[in-house]
């Protein structure tokens, strides 16, 4: 790998997409067995430049790693239609605990609840659309290609027009090492 360097940070190679897409196998095969957390490099292998994969693809990728994670709340949504009708019949049913001269309370709570739970999951998808728009059409236009975990970074230049930068960083020096070591041989 003659576009090689070992830098203060971790390593840079230069080439055409075939060859970053091939450094980027082998890097992820080195980071395999020296990373702490085998989750980061398994959503760098998701991320990292493919055969098939274009500018479009990677600024996809790139726009998708940087958005705010699904949470909690959006992994229980039911959907729109079927959150207002559990709110729906759960407001029934408090209205009839008052027919009944029983407290409302839990029912009228649980109708909040799946309220609330619709305004945060719809809410949390619209900022995660809204946010997806500007790092594709704003920020991945001045900016390169870019993975980030606890463990390393990886940032994808265009430096010409066939011809590509990657750049890993590593902040942890023994994984440095190990990483660079691996290369030099």
């Known amino acids: 790998m003659s576009d090689l360097n070992l830098t203060n940070s ?3 190679y230069l080439g055409n997409w075939d060859e970053i897409v091939l450094f980027s196998h082998v890097l ?3 980071l395999e067995k020296s990373a702490p957390h085998q989750d980061a490099v398994e959503e760098y292998e998701e991320w990292m430049p493919k055969d098939l ?3 479009k693809d990677m600024k996809e990728k790139t726009a998708d790693e940087a958005c ?3 949470t909690q709340v959006e992994k229980d949504f039911n959907g729109a239609n079927e959150e207002l009708k559990d709110a729906e019949n759960k407001l029934k049913d408090s209205v009839k605990d008052i027919a009944n001269g029983e407290n409302p309370a839990k029912d009228l709570g649980e ?3 799946d309220i609330e739970r619709l305004v945060a999951a719809e809410s949390l998808r619209s900022l995660r659309i809204l946010e997806k728009s500007i790092y594709k059409h704003i920020m991945l236009n001045f900016n390169p290609y870019y993975f980030d975990t606890e463990d390393f970074s990886v940032n994808l230049h265009k430096i010409a ?3 590509y930068k990657l750049a890993i960083n590593i902040s942890d020096e023994d994984l440095k090492k190990k990483v660079q070591d691996r290369f030099k041989k």
């Open 161 to 163: 027009k066939e011809k």
């Open 53 to 55: 994969d274009d500018e």
């Open 111 to 113: 109708a909040a609840k």
């Open 28 to 30: 992820a095969k080195f």
């Open 10 to 12: 971790g390593i840079s």
């Open 68 to 70: 705010i994670e699904e």
